[in-house]
């Protein structure tokens, strides 16, 4: 594909694609691409009667949902930022990021709206329902702000009257490094930066899709997304690349909980499925690894005759289980059990996993399902370079530099840390550790700031003790912290399984004894835990679903 106008490809998609469906709101109501068109079209008003410049800013925060999709592309190809904010991030954040970016309009989904105060949101020209009812202007602080909404349907008949065609769109040119998105980090080890997302960058991972899957999928083919849209894998993977592309997109509104998730694969049999490893691991625990450890399966598994046969069976099942009509599932944002992943290996099941961060939009390296190493991230995406910082990149870590087409242009008001994120060679350093072996395909080995030093100055990486902790009994989620040269797993144990196993409070502590001295046996001694604590939630998380480790590490012992 030409490298052009990011919002010339959006412009194109909907007149090529006017009349078939492209958004849902998964069993509640459909837009067709013309639908979507005309509802740009009608924001486009909106924003030029109210005023906005191009380059203003204009904040999105809410569920996934067709309208904030409609949204999102509306706000690009009028020439103006968008400023995603997930919608579970505390009124505070939200007020904050919408005041640091200076937004002028804010779209705001109904669930958010009541926990915000529009008074800590001063510059904010107005604020706009993205529910059901037409985007209802909830705050109008100009005089053309409340005209532009009071008479919207006027002036958009003044500006049609003969109906509105597809050839009556015409977006706003974009240029490669003008500013197309803010986007603010979820904050695993720090406070949320601002990410100036460049139009060049949108439109390279949408190429790059394309040129991987584009001959797989197409108009008529669905999707399933149900990561968060203000999270650039999902607002990537599961949105652009497939509204683009002409697939119909279904936005999942529900937490996405393994029985939500089940029936909605049975239900639409999606193409594509994006997802972060928490939703994969769930589900292959659930589905199929209790199915692996009944007597007659491990009889079977082990009989060689049969072992094939057997695994081709359960790699089906798993298959149908998620719709049977997806190419494969990609998976990125966080680390990969190592267990899961083998076991999903053994069996022949079509997956991947990726490698991208938010500030190259997001994606750095991937390899498809039937060319990937399985531990590793894929390999440089088109467009990307990486290097290994080591003195021997292929056995030592080292920070993962990276450069190309879809690296951001730095931090929204912050010169020390884009500073510090980008050399004067244009390397992004990621503060990931990383190897790369003779065949180009990276491995992740941890993030530098989780790094932990042992008493006689060994580097231990605290996600290789979590992988292996985390496929003990009733480990749910863990995190691995320091204290006093000592290291300590903190564990969160869910419920539900405990409930389901019969283990009382005591039960439950004398097993995690026995699975800290488990994980000591396969260890090395300077990785070995001093004691297991349990926690009485959920770790905080990240849009990615990535535990907000920061705020454990001084966690009481």
């Not at 005209?147 to 958009?156: G, M, Q, S």
């Not at 683009?244 to 936005?251: A, E, N, Q, S, W």
């Not at 929204?412 to 990931?432: I, M, P, R, V």
Request: proline share 5%; glycine share 8%; with cysteine.
């Amino acid at each position: 594909m030409e490298c052009k106008s990011f919002n010339l490809c959006v412009q194109e998609s909907l007149q090529k694609h006017w009349d078939l469906d492209g958004l849902s709101d998964y069993g509640v109501q459909t837009f067709q691409n013309k639908d979507v068109a005309r509802i740009i079209e009608k924001l486009h008003i909106i924003f030029e009667a109210s005023g906005i410049q191009h380059g203003d800013k204009i904040a999105i925060c809410g569920r996934n949902s067709s309208r904030w999709g409609i949204a999102f592309f509306a706000t690009l190809t009028y020439g103006a930022v968008a400023v995603p904010i997930l919608h579970e991030f505390h009124p505070e954040q939200i007020h904050d990021i919408v005041n640091h970016s200076e937004a002028k309009l804010l779209f705001v989904g109904d669930q958010v709206w009541p926990k915000l105060d529009a008074d800590k949101m001063p510059h904010l020209e107005g604020i706009i329902g993205n529910n059901n009812d037409e985007y209802a202007l909830l705050v109008g602080r100009t005089e053309k702000v409340r005209y532009a909404r009071e008479n919207l349907n006027r002036l958009f008949g003044e500006k049609y009257p003969r109906n509105f065609r597809a050839s009556d769109i015409h977006y706003y040119v974009d240029q490669p490094d003008e500013l197309a998105v803010l986007n603010y980090t979820s904050g695993t080890t720090s406070n949320s930066k601002g990410v100036m997302i460049p139009f060049r960058a949108l439109w390279s991972n949408y190429d790059f899709a394309v040129g991987r899957l584009g001959t797989q999928m197409g108009p008529g083919d669905k999707v399933l997304a149900m990561l968060p849209m203000a999270h650039m894998y999902g607002m990537a993977f599961e949105f652009i690349y497939e509204f683009l592309h002409g697939l119909h997109v279904h936005f999942l509104a529900k937490t996405p909980s393994p029985a939500v998730l089940l029936s909605a694969f049975a239900d639409l049999k999606p193409r594509l499925i994006v997802a972060v490893p928490l939703i994969i691991e769930k589900i292959v625990r659930k589905a199929v690894i209790p199915k692996m450890q009944t007597p007659v399966v491990k009889l079977a598994l082990h009989t060689p005759f049969l072992r094939e046969r057997v695994k081709a069976e359960i790699c089906h099942k798993l298959q149908q289980a998620f719709g049977g009509n997806f190419i494969e599932i990609i998976v990125g944002g966080a680390a990969f059990s190592q267990d899961i992943e083998a076991v999903l290996h053994d069996i022949g099941f079509n997956y991947t996993v990726g490698y991208g961060t938010t500030e190259c939009a997001p994606i750095v390296c991937y390899a498809g399902w039937q060319s990937y190493k399985p531990g590793s991230c894929g390999k440089p995406v088109d467009r990307m370079e990486v290097r290994i910082d080591s003195s021997d990149p292929q056995h030592k870590p080292g920070e993962i530099l990276i450069r190309g087409t879809n690296v951001m242009l730095g931090y929204y008001k912050n010169e020390e840390a884009t500073a510090q994120a980008l050399d004067k060679d244009g390397w992004y350093h990621s503060g990931d550790l990383g190897i790369m072996d003779e065949d180009g395909f990276v491995f992740i080995r941890g993030r530098i700031k989780n790094m932990l030093l042992g008493a006689n100055g060994q580097n231990i990486y605290p996600e290789e003790i979590e992988d292996k902790l985390s496929s003990l009994p009733y480990v749910t989620e863990c995190v691995i912290i320091q204290k006093d040269e000592k290291l300590y797993g903190l564990v969160y144990a869910d419920p539900e399984e405990v409930k389901a196993g019969g283990l009382s409070d005591a039960m439950l502590e004398a097993q995690m004894e026995e699975n800290r001295q488990e994980l000591n046996r396969i260890v090395p001694s300077y990785a070995r835990l001093h004691a297991i604590k349990l926690v009485p939630e959920e770790f905080e998380k990240t849009p990615k679903r990535s535990i907000k480790r920061f705020k454990y590490l001084n966690y009481e012992v």
